[in-house]
């Protein structure tokens, strides 16, 4: 079965660095997302990308934060200065629209000290 | 108004028991509705899509009431590897997914 692939699967990093996750999207599948989830809170929708261009992003998805599709296979989330705040799991997910649902990665889990 | 809403739980149910889990959401040009499956900290897994005309996967049914904005998901028989968390999603044109908050089931030997 396809799957989503993402890397590194746990990443530590101290605040003010930059921060680069990795994702592999099913190879097929057009759509492409960031989620984060705090722990013990829901899954937050960050951003969407479509056509080598980000489609929606939301009011989480600040100057901080960019994505890049900068090959065929990745796509990369990117965290410019990173906060406390941004402790969290990263869950890419792919889509492909020819199925229901989004596929999800194993997630990364970013812990800034 | 919470765009997705769910009851946290916990819900701790014996094993062979019956439990309901129900959903609501706040806007009325959702598209698509799943319920997906989260264990502690792992990725959210798809357990079914939600349609109109309700559906039914093993011993999961699902329902959805566009006119209450509404969506509930029943599991029967229900086993100890069902204990997880049960996430509510819906999705607009965009394709973006709004989670619920989610609903923690515990089944119990």
Redesign the interface.
Known sequence: EPEVTQTPSHQVTQMGQEVILRCVPISNHLYFYWYRQILGQKVEFLVSFYNNEISEKSEIFDDQFSVERPDGSNFTLKIRSTKLEDSAMYFCASFGRTEDEQYFGPGTRLTVT | RKEVEQDPGPFNVPEGATVAFNCTYSNSASQ?F?WYR?DC??????LM?VYSSGNEDGRFTAQLNRASQYISLLIRDSKLSDSATY?CVVSSG?????????TRLKVLA
């Open positions: 698509s799943f989260q900290r792992k990725e959210p897994k798809l899509s996430l965009t394709y973006k997914y709004i989670f619920g908050t989610g």
